[in-house]
């Protein structure tokens, strides 16, 4: 897996994974629009966030 903060030298790190850092900002995202404490969920903005991560992964992916 891929890692958001990668340390050249420390080939075990346990860092985060760009997927989840993708998430995350998705959420960010979701939970800053003005109307998201009226139409969100915690499943949908759990799920949503990682169908974006997804589509980042992809992205980044055909662009390597």
Not at 49 to 60: C, I, L, W
């Amino acid at each position: 897996m891929i890692k958001a903060f990668p340390d050249p030298n420390n080939t075990q790190s346990h860092g985060m994974d760009l997927r989840d850092w993708f998430a995350g900002l998705a959420m960010q995202a979701i939970l800053s629009r003005p109307d998201a404490r009226f139409t969100t969920s915690l499943g949908f903005v759990g799920a949503k966030s990682y169908q974006y991560a997804d589509e980042m992964m992809r992205a980044r992916e055909i662009n390597e």
